[in-house]
Antibody
Framework: EVQLVESGGGLVQPGGSLRLSCAAS????????MNWVRQAPGKGLEWVSGISSSGGITHYADSVKGRFTISRDNSKNTLYLQVNSLRAEDTAVYYC?????????????WGQGALVTVSS | DIQMTQSPSSLSASVGDRVTITCRTSQSVSNFLNWYQQKPGKAPKLLIYAASSLQSGVPSRFSGSGSGTDFTLTISSLQPEDFATYYC????????FGPGTKVDIK
C-alpha cells in the first residue's frame, strides 16, 4: 500500500524556518517525481514545488522561489521541503504528492498534510 | 502564467442528479488537464487525468472531456459520497489549480 507521511510542521515566527519531511513507503520511491502542494485555511490548492525522480531537476512556484528548497534522499525514501523566510501568507497545510508519471504532472497519492502556522 | 477558472463556484444538487463542472484555461493546455475531489479535512483525490482518462479505482459515473481551453467534469448520477469540492489542474506549463467548485446537498 502506498503511504506518504508528512512531518515537521508547526508554529513558527515570521522570518523563521522549518524543514518538512515526507516519508514514502509501498512503492519504488526513486522511480517517481514528487511534489509539494499547499492549502491555506479555507482556500484552494496551490502547487509549491516539484522534483524529478533522481532529484536533478527542481521547479518552484514564483511565490516561494528563493525561499523554499525541495530535495529528496532516495536511500531513505524521503522527500523534504526546506522553508525559509516564512511569511504569514505561507500559513497552510502542506501536502506531499506523488506524480502519477503518466501524461504530465498529475498527483495520484497524497499524504495527510502537515500544518505550518506562521505567526508571532 | 496560465489562469484557470471554474464554473460554477458552487452548486446545490440532489442524489441522482447529473452534475457538470466546467474548467477554462487562459491559453491552450492541449489535454494536460486533471480533476481532483477533496472532502473537508482530507487530501485531494485524483479522479481524471489527461482530460478524459479515469484514474484507477474511480467510479465510472465520473467522466471528463475537452481539450485546448475548455474542459468538463461530469458526474452522471450524484451519490451521497460525491458531495465535496472539485478542482481542475493544468500541467501544460508548470502546475496550476483552478479555484474549485463546491458541490453540496440541495
Amino acid at each position: 500500500e502506498v503511504q506518504l507521511v508528512e512531518s515537521g510542521g508547526g508554529l513558527v515566527q515570521p522570518g523563521g524556518s522549518l524543514r518538512l519531511s515526507c516519508a514514502a513507503s509501498g512503492f519504488t520511491f526513486s522511480s517517481y517525481a514528487m511534489n509539494w502542494v499547499r492549502q491555506a485555511p479555507g482556500k484552494g490548492l496551490e502547487w509549491v514545488s516539484g522534483i524529478s525522480s533522481s532529484g536533478g531537476i527542481t521547479h518552484y512556484a514564483d511565490s516561494v522561489k528563493g525561499r523554499f528548497t525541495i530535495s529528496r534522499d532516495n536511500s531513505k525514501n524521503t522527500l523534504y521541503l526546506q522553508v525559509n523566510s516564512l511569511r504569514a501568507e505561507d500559513t497552510a497545510v502542506y501536502y506531499c504528492a506523488r506524480d502519477h508519471g503518466d501524461y504530465g504532472a498529475n498527483f495520484d497519492y497524497w499524504g495527510q498534510g502537515a500544518l505550518v502556522t506562521v505567526s508571532s | 502564467d496560465i489562469q484557470m477558472t471554474q464554473s460554477p463556484s458552487s452548486l446545490s444538487a440532489s442524489v441522482g442528479d447529473r452534475v457538470t463542472i466546467t474548467c477554462r484555461t487562459s491559453q491552450s493546455v492541449s489535454n494536460f488537464l486533471n480533476w481532483y475531489q477533496q472532502k473537508p479535512g482530507k487530501a485531494p483525490k485524483l479522479l481524471i487525468y489527461a482530460a478524459s482518462s479515469l484514474q484507477s479505482g474511480v467510479p465510472s459515473r465520473f467522466s471528463g472531456s475537452g481539450s485546448g481551453t475548455d474542459f468538463t467534469l461530469t458526474i452522471s448520477s450524484l451519490q451521497p459520497e460525491d458531495f465535496a469540492t472539485y478542482y481542475c489542474q493544468e500541467s501544460f506549463n508548470t502546475v496550476t489549480f483552478g479555484p474549485g467548485t463546491k458541490v453540496d446537498i440541495k
